[in-house]
């Protein structure tokens, strides 16, 4: 079209029923555009949908330990993070201290070296979290 006065280049939006869009403000004479705006706005979120919908989100289960756990529950546990790790999820285990159970970390640390020695065939660890105040915690990824 060509340099168009503003005042003009508006009308002739109006004409076509579309709008009079800024493209870029800062170039000299500014840039603009006829279209309409309601459609632009409306496939921008499509878009935004459709990128969503691809995109693949890794969800995180939790499985809580105590360092004076039961041999039957710990393998209950155990079982209940191998189907989680089957099913594609990552894997947080966690050892939890009470009170005086702090004073026995190393009660924790065999707890917690079972279950990942338990886990090892379907699962690799990906983040190790040592003694992070009453908690130790360590996230596994399937294989």
């Given amino acids: 079209m060509g340099i168009v ?7 002739r939006a109006k004409e076509f029923g579309l709008d009079l869009m800024e493209v870029a403000p800062n170039a000299d004479p500014p840039v603009c555009k006829i279209l309409n705006y309601g459609k632009l706005k409306y ?5 935004l949908q459709n990128s969503k919908k691809k995109q693949h989100v890794i969800k995180v289960k939790e499985i809580r ?3 004076r756990i039961d041999e039957h529950d710990l393998m209950t546990k ?8 089957n099913e594609g999820f990552k894997l947080k285990v966690t050892l ?3 009170g ?4 026995r970390i190393d009660l924790g640390k065999d707890v917690m070296d079972r279950v990942l020695e338990e886990l ?3 699962a690799e660890v990906e983040k190790d979290i040592p003694l992070e105040g009453r908690r130790m915690s360590v996230i596994l990824n399937g294989k």
């Avoid at 155990?78 to 790790?85: A, I």
């Fill in 5 to 11: 006065p503003t005042p003009d280049a508006l009308e």
């Fill in 43 to 47: 496939e921008e979120k499509k878009k």
């Fill in 65 to 67: 330990f105590r360092p």
């Fill in 78 to 85: 155990m079982n209940m993070g191998r189907k989680f790790l």
């Fill in 96 to 98: 939890m201290f009470r």
């Fill in 100 to 103: 005086r159970e702090l004073s």
């Fill in 120 to 122: 090892a065939e379907v």
